[in-house]
């Protein structure tokens, strides 16, 4: 396929693939460190699967790295990841008393070590092997089984093989230490000695070739792993992470893995490497998203309130600034996703292609910028993304609203690019009950409440910048969408609000989680609260584990699909935030608890989307398939159940942290240390009824809502 004009290799692929990721082999290992992943078998080999590989920026630079020993393979022991992208494999070889220890590490490549030990009181000779080879497949074919196998070209160099051609502008080569033989079959292979009751080792170096220039591979052999520099960002990241203790079932073991999880999740721009962003999931999605990176770090912002500021200022770096239908670019508008398999030698992610086509990312960006001045960051060092801010609501009253009816519409530009724009973007997710798929352009109910909550965000900015006449405006405009929704997208019938308007500006009228997220971004009027509470604990709604994303009389629900009756955890998180932001504790807690079950029954790890199947048909959630493990907003959705459970709503400019814990039955203790917040490290406690916060700056006070619903102000130091 021929890339459209001002677009790279990667961008050539449609933009709008297939619903479905391929499976990942439950006793695959997956390694991911910032845009590189590696997908091996159980045992370390490469190219057992059709999705085994190393992957650098979104080319499979090595599909086949398979070890033998004296002519046989390795039997897989056992295996465990100590740390995102570390592995160590130990197997038996049939040579006895021969064992074979691997461990991989990713990082822009490979370091991938072998230690023969030899349990016998004798020495061994042995005949050491790695068959190397790579088809240099795009992510997208690989990731749609479209990767036809065609094998990439090897040359021998001095002291590496190479796969592919010497000037191409993406091969890779294979570094052995120490010097091997190399064949132009792809082998690598020494003849050694194992003493007895000893040792022998070696290494590869496996490494990207983009532009004609090598990537160094952030492992290599001639140094230690742990002085590497993914080794000690991690370092540092898990031992900054707040720490919680516990009595809610679930909930510690969820945030530990959350801690894990997001850690491993974060990549960085080589252009700014001290602004870490987090990609939206492994193994296929090691990339900067729009809305899942935003979403994801507005959850984490229990975590580390960096981990947002660096995002937005990204996205401000690369919102657009032109009208270019090939990528659905408008000025002002934030992006949908970056992907780096162009030609260029650079993995920085302004060099990559970019695709605009997304209808939430814009407002989200607006309402996060807003949300980081309450939690304690500076005015002076948001400054900088007004002018991104101004854009972004430009875009919303401009090109995301073509017709100017008061409403963001999308509608892809291109063909290649995505039919449906909001966080359900599969073909299919946007349909009337009886089944009839909605036509553009499209409204969506969940991005009009964005809207609002943007609007109302840039007021606030507008206010600490002291333009008050935008920032009256602005509130004017929140004003008029909110009336204007809660009469348009209002269906009495159902006593629900519509999925979305469509190109007619007929209702949709399928019931569907999206309407939590109102509740959430606080347009929903009050007097429709209990409704929306209703709906969304229906057992239509609700299956057990959490909020279904389509409710069960709707003709296309079905508990298996994506997006039209599966559980999304992010999704059910926001419920729980809007619930709780409405007032409606029990219905809160209720959803809370019945997706910390689910994570209980994955050891705290939360999957992007489980099946819909309910409680009541099988005691444990389905997994589906499919799903990125770990996956951005599904990690960071435990920090966003723990600070509604904490009713944690911090205003730094007002000078105020409101609190009003309160835990699922049976619980009653509650702690966590070193949460960031103001610059400083804040610990809250709770004990029954006591509330203890230690750690805020002088400027703070704690306002704790009493159960009657009033205020009050107590000497928290």
């Known amino acids: 396929m021929v890339a459209p004009p001002g677009l ?58 398979v070890l033998t020993v004296n002519g046989d ?93 010497r000037d191409g502008h993406r091969s890779a080569t294979v570094r052995p230490s120490p010097p091997a033989r190399l064949d132009s079959d792809g082998t690598v292979s020494w003849d050694v000695e194992v003493p007895a009751r000893g040792e022998w080792t070696c290494c590869l170096e496996l490494a990207a070739v983009r532009g004609g220039e090598e990537v160094p591979p952030s492992y290599r052999c001639d140094s230690p792993p742990e002085t590497a520099v993914p080794s000690a960002r991690e370092a540092r990241w898990r031992a900054t992470l707040p720490a919680l203790t516990t009595d809610v079932p679930g909930l510690a073991e969820a945030i530990n893995r959350a801690g894990y999880d997001l850690g491993a999740l974060r990549i960085f721009d080589p252009d700014y490497p001290e602004e870490p962003v987090v990609a939206a999931g492994a193994p296929w999605f090691m990339t900067l998203f729009g809305r899942d990176s935003l979403l994801t770090s507005w959850m984490a912002l229990m975590f580390d309130p960096k981990l947002a500021l660096s995002t937005v200022r990204t996205l401000a770096r690369l919102q657009g600034t032109k009208t270019n239908p090939a990528s659905d670019e408008q000025p002002g508008r934030i992006l949908h996703e970056v992907r780096l398999g162009g030609s260029s030698a650079s993995l920085a992610l302004g060099k990559g292609d970019i695709y605009y086509g997304s209808a939430d990312s814009t407002p989200l960006f607006v309402m996060l910028v807003a949300e980081l001045r ?30 100017g009816d008061g409403y963001i519409e999308c509608q892809r530009a291109t063909p290649r690019g995505l039919v449906n724009q909001g966080w359900k973007d599969s ?30 965000a840039g007021a606030e900015l507008a206010d600490a910048a002291g333009d008050q006449i935008a920032a009256a405006a602005r509130r004017n405009s929140a004003a008029q969408l909110r009336e204007q929704f809660n009469r348009e997208f209002w269906l009495p019938d159902q006593e629900a609000y519509a999925l979305a308007l469509d190109g007619d500006k007929r209702p949709v009228d399928a019931i569907a989680s999206n309407m939590g997220h109102c509740l959430w971004a606080g347009i929903v009027d009050p007097d429709r609260v209990a409704a929306v509470s209703r709906w969304l604990l229906s057992p239509e709604l609700c299956g057990g584990w959490g909020v279904r994303t389509l409710a069960t009389s709707m003709n296309r629900y079905n508990p298996l699909s994506y997006h039209n009756g599966s559980v999304w955890p992010h999704d059910t998180a926001i419920c729980i935030a809007g619930l709780r932001r409405a007032g409606r504790i029990d219905e809160a807690l209720q959803l809370a ?12 790890e939360m999957p992007e989307l489980f099946s819909g ?16 493990r770990p996956q951005a907003w599904a990690s960071a959705s435990p920090l966003l159940i723990l600070r509604s459970l904490l009713g944690l709503e911090p205003n730094v ?5 409101d609190l009003d814990p309160v835990l699922p039955g049976g619980a009653t203790r509650l702690r966590l240390d070193a949460m960031p917040l103001a610059g400083g490290a804040v610990s809250i406690e709770v004990d029954g009824d006591a509330l203890a916060v230690r750690g805020l700056p002088s400027t703070l006070a704690v306002v704790r809502h009493n159960p009657a619903g009033a205020a009050q102000a107590f000497d928290s130091r």
Not at 90 to 95: C, F, L, N, Q, S
Not at 593 to 604: M, N
Not at 613 to 628: N, T
């Open 73 to 165: 393979r390795i039997e897989s022991l056992a295996a465990t990841q100590p740390l995102p992208f570390q592995s160590v494999m130990v197997g038996r070889t049939r040579t006895p008393g021969i064992a074979a220890f691997r461990e991989h590490w990713v990082g822009s490549g490979l370091r991938t070590d072998l230690r023969l030990h030899n349990y016998s009181p004798e020495p061994q000779q042995v005949h050491v092997v790695y068959t190397v080879g790579s088809d240099l497949a795009g992510l997208f074919e690989v990731k749609e089984g479209r990767a036809v196998g065609d094998r990439a070209p090897v040359w021998i160099g001095e002291g590496v093989i190479g796969l592919g051609t």
């Open 8 to 65: 790279g290799e990667a961008a050539a692929e449609a933009w709008s693939f297939a619903d479905e990721s391929p499976t990942v082999p439950a006793l695959s290992l997956t390694l991911i460190e910032g845009t590189s992943f590696v997908i091996c078998g159980g045992g370390g080999d490469i190219g057992d699967g059709p999705v085994d590989g190393v992957f650098v920026g979104d080319t499979r630079i090595c599909d086949r790295l």
């Open 427 to 456: 073909w299919d997710s946007a349909s009337f009950a009886d089944g009839r798929l909605a036509g553009g352009p499209l409204a969506l109910v969940e991005v009009q409440a964005y809207a609002y909550g943007a609007w109302l």
């Open 593 to 604: 608890s019945a997706l910390l079950d689910a994570s209980i029954a994955t050891r705290g």
């Open 374 to 403: 309450r939690w304690g960051v500076p005015f002076a060092d948001l400054q900088s993304l007004l002018p991104a801010v101004d854009a972004a609501l430009g875009w919303m009253a401009g090109p995301g609203d073509p017709d």
């Open 653 to 657: 400019p007002a000078g105020r942290i």
């Open 613 to 628: 199947i309910g409680r009541e048909q099988i005691a444990v959630p389905v997994q589906y398939p499919a799903s990125c």
